[in-house]
Nanobody, 126 residues
Framework: QVQLVESGGGSVQAGGSLRLSCAAS????????MGWFRRAPGKEREFVAA????????YYADSVKGRCTISRDNAKNTVYLQMNSLEPEDTAVYYC???????????????????WGQGTQVTVSS
């Protein structure tokens, strides 16, 4: 059972930046694909960014492309989400997700991740 703990959320003004962190309890962290999702009030959970294992290919939702960067530090068992130029529409609870099942998968689908953190709140004021 992989445990994921997010941190780094908070309240910022529009245009500000935050860096979210997700620490994993798994020693084979490098074998996991990692993702960030978010859920805004009254909306479904949606994909934000993902990073594959191995070469670390990254993927982004169109809504955050150019403003967010996902990265991973396998030595620290941690994945990061650097968010810049934040907008009020980015206000949501942000969740970290992980999976290591083999085979093809949709990186933007919640079904592609078996393990989830508890979430960290990000609030962006105008």
């Amino acid at each position: 059972q992989v445990q994921l703990v997010e941190s780094g959320g908070g309240s910022v003004q529009a245009g500000g930046s935050l860096r979210l962190s997700c620490a994993a309890s798994e020693r084979t962290f490098s074998a996991y694909r990692m993702g960030w999702f978010r859920r805004a009030p009254g909306k479904e959970r949606e994909f934000v960014a993902a990073v594959n294992w191995g070469r670390g290919t990254t993927y982004y939702a169109d809504s955050v492309k150019g403003r967010c960067t996902i990265s991973r530090d396998n030595a620290k068992n941690t994945v990061y989400l650097q968010m810049n130029s934040l907008e009020p529409e980015d206000t949501a609870v942000y969740y970290c997700a992980a999976d290591r099942r083999s085979g093809s998968y949709l990186y933007a689908s919640t079904l592609s991740y078996a393990y989830w953190g508890q979430g960290t709140q990000v609030t962006v004021s105008s």
